[in-house]
């Protein structure tokens, strides 16, 4: 995530430097930026779920007693996790669709891009499994309490 981020930021300067400084545009700083930042998307979703990190609103939830939250958790994380498999579904559809469509100023198949996305959306979904097994055995998970 790391490297994506800071590749995302040097590729960014270039295009900002490039434009403003040498008065030039270079094509293929766009499209680079923009798989860069699709990938920080899917793969940060998987991250956040493991710290617990997800943004939720509980206004409602934080009133009620703890039992009764735990299972709010596992309904949000089973509906999450059916959500995320449809996306998963769509994403493999596309690649096929996609695989022989190219990016105009980089040599990557558009394929690429949703393969990023069902990898970034597998993860989340097996540590939404996780969450739900650990909230059913009563093991603390990584959401924050």
Known sequence: MTT??????????VQVASRYVL????PW??????????????????IAQRHGAQVRIT?????????????????G???????????VVGAFQMMGRTQNV??????????????????GIVMLISLLLKDIVGA???MRTGKPS
Request: proline share 4%; net charge negative.
């Open 4 to 13: 994506a981020f800071v590749t995302m930021l040097v590729v960014m300067f």
């Open 23 to 26: 008065g030039i545009g270079v």
């Open 29 to 46: 700083t766009d499209e680079t930026s923009r798989f860069l930042f699709i990938t920080e998307i899917f793969f940060g979703a998987a």
């Open 59 to 75: 206004v409602l939830i934080d009133l009620l007693p703890e039992p009764i939250k735990r299972w709010f958790d596992i309904v």
């Open 77 to 87: 994380d089973v509906l999450t996790a059916g959500i995320a498999m449809t996306v």
């Open 102 to 119: 190219s990016a105009s100023t980089i040599p990557v198949s558009f394929a690429n891009l949703y393969l990023i996305q069902a990898i």
């Open 136 to 138: 059913f055995l009563g």
